[in-house]
């Protein structure tokens, strides 16, 4: 059983942080690359960071879930990966209930983020959302490597 649990926290948390990567490294430059405007690009990177944040909340959920089915104790969530998972969950809710939602509302309310003045209201406060949506994908991210190196570690032990 424990092999199975050990298992379920590696490909939850490998998952959401290889997700981030991907999403980072291939999805948006690719789309901003070769979709024929910015405003496709960016509804295409936000319907795949939408779809990435629920993935990693309920692979962060599995990955908790395991710790404790593993430990068979609650105890489990107060060490450092547990914690670090926690953490991602928590700045993932924010990021997509908060952040991702008013750039959704403030994208509607411009019709194209490309035609909009850079002065704009609007465009300044969507362009600030954009910069700590990718502030908190990047803690996330960090987070998620750590919790992953301990995790790792953990089972070599």
């Known amino acids: 059983m424990s092999t199975i649990l050990r298992y379920l926290e590696f490909l939850s948390l ?7 990567l991907f999403l980072s490294f291939v999805v948006a430059p690719g789309a901003f690359l070769t979709l ?3 405003d496709q690009a960016g509804a295409l990177v936000g319907m795949a960071l939408v779809r990435l944040h629920w993935i990693g909340i309920i692979g962060g959920l599995i990955y908790l879930m395991a710790r404790v089915a593993g430990a068979r104790s609650l105890e489990a969530l107060g060490k450092p990966a547990a914690l670090l998972v926690v953490l991602m ?30 002065t704009n209201p609007l465009r300044v406060e ?3 959302l954009h910069q700590w949506s990718v502030r908190i994908e990047v803690v996330v991210l960090l987070a998620g490597l750590a ?10 032990a």
């Open 14 to 20: 490998g998952t959401w942080v290889g997700g981030i």
């Open 36 to 38: 024929s405007n910015r």
């Open 89 to 118: 969950i928590a700045l993932t809710l924010v990021s997509q209930l908060g952040v991702s939602a008013k750039m959704t509302s403030l994208r509607a309310e411009m019709g194209s983020v490309q035609q909009t003045p850079a």
């Open 126 to 128: 969507f362009d600030r």
């Open 147 to 156: 919790a992953l190196f301990l995790t790792v570690s953990h089972s070599l």
